[in-house]
């Protein structure tokens, strides 16, 4: 029962984290509800978005949305800023992590109001300072606390005016990045109970590529919208979690 449930978080999750990240809303609280400890919760959506993450920017790069000449940059800057991230959270509380969260999600919902960005543009992506620096950020916020990444990085590609599916093809790419160091730390340290994984990671395949078909089908006026619905909803746990 536990398998079959958590295979159907996957696909409502990672269906979810890929049109406008957030997937963890539904993931890990249910996990943690059918009773895995927390760090094999996290371990398991670690290993699951590896493998899901990096088969939507497949099959965006199938589709010609994301050229990977352009996009292959991200797997380095994402990956320090992780590790980064990593090395910094063991020096603060988690309070202290989830105060930095909310403030950051508050600001990223605030300025999404007064910016004229949007995701209708279509030129390639070029590496510029500022895209470098916010990709590495967040990599750090990532390897620091993690909810909200995908999130936040939608925010971002929509300020570099990214066209809607190559930015949710370059958070794709950047969370498999991010993701895959932490995995492996998960796997090394024994905290994978690999048949709930496994089913998360089935769930989360067949998400992916459900996400990817309706982000092509999505209209860029809707996508705004919605970022901010999940990030209100990140909020709110956040503060929920942080009351606790």
């Given at each position: 029962m536990d398998l079959l449930l958590i295979f159907f978080t996957g696909i409502a999750a990672t269906t979810l984290g890929?049109?406008?990240?957030?997937?963890?809303?539904?993931s890990l609280p249910m996990m943690l509800l059918i009773g895995m400890p927390v760090h094999s919760a996290i371990g398991a959506n670690k290993v699951s978005n590896t493998?899901?993450?990096f088969s939507a920017f497949?099959?965006?790069v199938r589709r010609k949305q994301v050229n990977v000449k352009e996009s292959i940059?991200?797997?380095?800057?994402?990956?320090?800023?992780?590790?980064?991230?990593?090395?910094?959270?063991?020096?603060?509380?988690?309070?202290?992590?989830?105060?930095?969260?909310?403030?950051?999600?508050?600001?990223?919902?605030?300025?999404?109001?007064?910016?004229?960005?949007?995701?209708?543009?279509?030129?390639?992506?070029?590496i510029k300072p500022a895209s470098a620096a916010g990709v590495y950020g967040i990599g750090v916020y990532d390897g620091l606390f993690g909810p909200g990444q995908g999130t936040l990085m939608l925010y971002l590609f929509s300020w570099l005016e990214i066209s809607y599916l190559k930015a949710v093809g370059l958070v794709r790419?950047?969370?498999?990045s991010s993701c895959i160091g932490a995995a492996a730390v998960y796997i090394t340290a024994g905290h994978i109970m690999w048949g709930?994984?496994?089913?998360?990671?089935?769930?989360?395949?067949?998400?992916?590529?459900?996400?990817?078909?309706?982000?092509?089908?999505?209209?860029?006026?809707?996508?705004?919208?919605?970022?901010r619905i999940i990030t209100l909803l990140l909020i709110i746990q956040l503060l929920i979690e942080y009351l606790k």
């Open positions: 890929t049109l406008a990240g957030g997937g963890g809303l539904i493998f899901s993450s497949v099959y965006l940059w991200l797997l380095p800057v994402s990956l320090v800023g992780g590790g980064t991230g990593a090395a910094i959270a063991s020096f603060l509380s988690s309070q202290t992590m989830t105060i930095a969260a909310i403030f950051l999600l508050i600001f990223a919902m605030v300025t999404s109001f007064f910016s004229k960005a949007s995701f209708e543009k279509t030129e390639p992506f070029k790419l950047a969370t498999f709930l994984t496994l089913a998360l990671m089935a769930g989360s395949w067949i998400g992916a590529q459900t996400g990817v078909r309706l982000a092509q089908r999505m209209k860029t006026a809707y996508v705004k919208p919605m970022l």
